[in-house]
């Protein structure tokens, strides 16, 4: 439907990135929050065509688009607040000690953005990790103009959005080429853009093998840049014992709404239920069984998808010692997704790697431990993971000291008695994880902590006040939080 | 003198240190602080020991050596101090609102180590920047173990460090391989740890071609680890028109100073000289030449960077357009650099790569420009810095906004009228910069914020109080800043 943006336009746009760039970062942070803000706007005016048009492009439904839209105005407008707060700007001051022997320099330390993002959305959701998603949102706070590649899975959608972003970006009277919205339906442009030295950091949502062929082309680059790429995850839950036993049926309940949510479609889904023998295992089993059986599916993103979760479901029931539990009682119309729960045990499990994959869809595989010294091995075992979670009593996480901290090893967030699914956004998020859920543990894709992934520290030293930066002037004229001295403080020099 | 550790050896000390970890990790950062301290005063008790045989082994100075060490135990305990203070932590706190649709939940952030750190230290300082340096100040402080490979060319200076914080880590009950000192004296050492899976991340300071085999080692493993490595650059100074003309006596000396300070072997070292033909050169350069021949060179770190500094001085001063302008009058001894000055026009320069490259002892090029387009025109040609300075009366400030733009984006630090040798420990300093400066522009090897080089955030999602560390409990016991529901607050949640 939409042709590749050709090299020569490729080079032309990402020209006129830089030059913008050189204007935007000389932008206040009020300036940029602004214009964060009106992109904001520009989304909600779009109104019923944007969802219709995603709609029609990725099979979501409409509550579940309109609540993402609601979440991409939220990451927008609040990534916007801490934007101008400043914070993330890590400003510190030291003052000059020109009577020590050597005298001390005035030093004075913020971050300051990187230069051109490339943002490669992801396919589950559309509005919040795609155009004017978390990404871009970040990459615009931290003062660098984006160049977003539309996902071919919803590239209508992309461009209404994209719209919306030069719309707002010609009301705030933003420099031409803040924004550029590309196509490539193979990875050929991805690439090209991953290795132009006009590209300064990435932002990628999506798989493991998307994300890994980013970060390999920008570390080879010969000045190599930052990637930020979540690349999703298993999401192991582990069931402990007195928990499981006492809440049986309620944990089957939530673990079936969980592991369906949007079809199993979250980056944060659970695909791992890992539990020791037993009486409670039993009738959890049991229990999820029923509620899974009762589930009706729904078309999946898009045939894709679909297609991609039929094999790697088949793939992962097919290995042996993996029995297929249960499955949804409902016929399965096209491009649906058949929701499936297996079982294998722990010994299988480690000696599998293919079992350790995610499986992108509504599909959990339930391990079952003879004891805790297995269940502890498998924690072991696990790569990085996004979330892991714990579903415990007191009692058990008392017993179970060793495993937690196992467990926090291996993930980015880590979850009591709750669900992964629903990531909040909000600054102590962390959405992000140890390699392969995240190619940057350090970094998170949620919160407004991501805008850090777009910006470096510069520090001035022995520069007259007049020549600094506001946010690092004697009287503080932003008003912002600052390391003085070692102590943070907003008040001014003196 | 010392045998290459063993490969068997090596695993050994690796599955030591990854024991070692889980029970560091768990100590508190006053433990941690404590330990850092503990290490400071047994160097402090290593006495003349220390500097006699870093004396014999590197040829600097007795005064430069105590100097350093000096430098070395105030990173010690003023990482220590920042370690405690817990700002590093980024500590983030959302509270629950269980009444909101959907029920928000409590979520808590803060970061944790990453794990075993490998360090390979610098030659060119023993102390501060090698076994007890910047970077396992950081790393202990962070809650790591460390894993350091000794210098070949002061294993023995290492070696005693080693037994420095060897002996601290008994005295402060550390756990057994909480540090770890390991010997190679070719590359095939450094490859195997890189590629570790037990190693978690890197601290290099050294040479681009050094830094840069284990950046791409690292990022070749299944699981890629983050490297940060600090390789030099040639920091260059741009000196403005009116400071010339009006301060050329002063600039000459100073600069004669800065450039042959310690042989010129400091990573920020000014190996370039910027500026606009005109009487003001020509006098800067009369200058320059007066100071330069009266200066008595010394003997250069040891045979290797010697013999490494001949050779790429001789290869500069071959290149095609380049002209010898002084070196010192003083007879040169075996091993002694030769402090030489060249110059070349801005044409040249900008025509031959070579031209940029590092020359790591005493020299520098003096690049004439006809005028501001060349100057500017020079200043976006080159690489990342660790440092660029700008020599410059407040009206060339103001004449040349476009030129700070460019020079600001190659650098790490930003200097006014200093020079880039004298590298602060401070907070607000930032010591890396855009590659090849360093392997990560967004990180630094000096002052505390280098700790979060080694650490990761993890989130916290509905834990009850009594489970959660005790940074992010309620009432803030360890009484560090927070932000909590987005206000930096070192209150305790009522």
Redesign the interface.
Known sequence: MYQDTSIAMLDELLASSVKAY?QYK?YSLKQRADFMRTIAKEIEALGEELIETAMAETNLPAARLMNERGRTIFQLNSYAEAAEKG?WL?A???TALPERT?P??D???ML?P??TVVVFGASNFPFAYSTAGGDTACAFAAGCPVVVKAHPAHAKTSTLVAKAIHEAAKKCNMPDGIFHHVYGAGFETGEYLAKHPAVKAIGFTGSLSGGKAL??WA?QRK??I?VFAEMGSANPVFLLPEKLITETEALAKQYAGSITLGMGQFCTNPGLLIAIDGEGLDRFVQHLRKEIKSIVPSKMLHAGISKNYSEKLAKALAQKGVQLLTQTEYAIGEGEGLISIATTTARTFLSNPVLHQEVFGPYSLIVQCQNEAEMLEIAKSL??QLTATLMAS?KD?RKHQELL?YV??I????????VPT?V?V?????H?G???AS????F?SVGA?GI?RF??????????D??LPNELKNANPLGI?R?VN?E?TRNPIS
Chains 1, 2 share one sequence.
Do not use: V, Y
């Open positions: 050189h000389t914070n890590e510190s001051i030291d050597p001390k320099p030093l004075r330390k300051m990187l230069g970060f390999d570390n000045s190599p930052p790569e990085g007191p996480i901290d926090q090893e993930c980015g967030r880590f979850i009591l008695n709750n629903g909040e909000s600054l102590p998020m962390h992000g140890p390699f392969p190619t940057d543990s350090r998170t902590d850090k910006a470096r520290p510069i520090a001035f030293q022995n520069w007259d007049e020549f939080w390391t070692n943070l």
